[in-house]
């Protein structure tokens, strides 16, 4: 199976920390993606990455930056953590293959608080 | 631009009936179309995937079709059960443009009551 892991599931940290997000996929994905979910928003796009040391912005980049040195780990970054933060936070990676019979996979999800 | 859309958003029913989810997307230039279950407060989790070749996949109770001339997939739960609860969200991945960035749907809320 195909496993995606984020590192944490809850995480409270307080504002203006610097606050890691971390997503390990095990299936050799090119792409990986991070997501943030918030009631009646639906799944936003934050970061995307086609490959290591490649990064596109998503649809809400502003107050994020992602790292990814290697194939397998995606980053996320809270360079100064603020309380409009506060989401669940969701890692997914996927083939760039289109004969795949995996899509997307998701880990678990971080919910993330910040006081 | 690609838009997604589910409908209905919310859905409560009683045990032992068959439902049916839909999602129905604008642009029909999709290499693939997949659900997946969201349980509260955890991710998301893949259902059926069906390439654009395909008209159906099934998974036990679960059934998902694809009309990809009229934008349109379902997804069939027989003999539903508590179980079942939770939010079922669809995504499409484009095939156009070279990009992997897949659009999901808001979500059905699934609620079945014993």
């Known amino acids: 199976d195909v496993k995606v892991t984020q590192s944490s599931r809850y995480l409270v940290k307080r504002t203006g920390e610097k606050v890691f997000l971390e997503c390990v996929q095990d299936?050799?994905?090119?792409?990986m993606f991070w997501y943030r979910q918030d009631p009646g928003l639906g799944l936003r796009l934050i970061y995307f990455?086609?490959?290591?040391?490649?990064?596109e912005k998503g649809d809400i980049p502003e107050g994020y930056s992602v790292s990814r040195e290697k194939k397998e780990r995606f980053s996320l970054i809270l360079e100064s953590a603020s309380t409009n933060q506060t989401s669940m936070y969701l890692c997914?990676?996927?083939?760039?293959?289109?004969?795949?019979?995996?899509?997307?996979?998701f880990g678990s999800g971080t919910r993330l608080t910040v006081v | 631009k690609q838009e997604v859309t589910q409908i209905p958003a919310a859905l409560s029913v009683p045990e032992g009936e068959n439902l049916v989810l839909n999602c129905s997307f604008t642009?029909?230039?999709?290499?693939?179309l997949q659900w997946f279950r969201q349980d509260p407060g955890k991710g998301l989790t893949s259902l059926l995937l069906?390439?654009?070749?395909?008209r159906e996949q099934t998974s036990g109770r679960l059934n998902a079709s694809l009309d990809k001339s009229s934008g349109r997939s379902t997804l069939y739960i027989a003999a539903s059960q508590p179980g079942d609860s939770a939010t079922y969200l669809c995504?499409?991945?484009?095939?156009?443009?070279?990009?992997?960035?897949?659009?999901f749907g808001r979500g059905t809320s699934l609620i079945v009551h014993p």
């Open positions: 642009d029909s230039a999709i290499y693939n």
């Open positions: 299936m050799d994905h090119e792409n």
């Open positions: 990455s086609y490959d290591v040391k490649m990064k």
């Open positions: 069906i390439q654009s070749s395909q």
């Open positions: 997914a990676s996927s083939s760039r293959g289109i004969t795949s019979n995996y899509g997307y996979t």
């Open positions: 995504a499409v991945r484009p095939a156009s443009g070279g990009s992997y960035i897949p659009t």
